[in-house]
């Protein structure tokens, strides 16, 4: 189990995996959402949650191929 925030999987991702199970994903931080200029500090809240998306994968050599 992942406590660190939230990852968005997509329907890409999925077919990725149904084709390459032992694909091996990047995993990639998305930025903070923006401040607006009422808000009063460019701290993020410590409740706050990271959100991230996979990024680009990588296939492993496949074994027992020549």
Do not use: K
């Amino acid at each position: 189990m992942f406590t660190f925030g939230w990852l968005t999987v997509t329907a890409d991702d999925l077919a990725i995996w149904q084709r390459h199970p032992d694909a091996l994903f990047t995993l990639v931080e998305l930025p903070p959402p923006a401040q607006g200029p009422s808000d009063e500090s460019d701290d993020r809240d410590e409740d706050e949650t990271s959100e991230y998306h996979l990024g680009t994968f990588e296939l492993p050599p496949e074994s027992g191929r020549n």
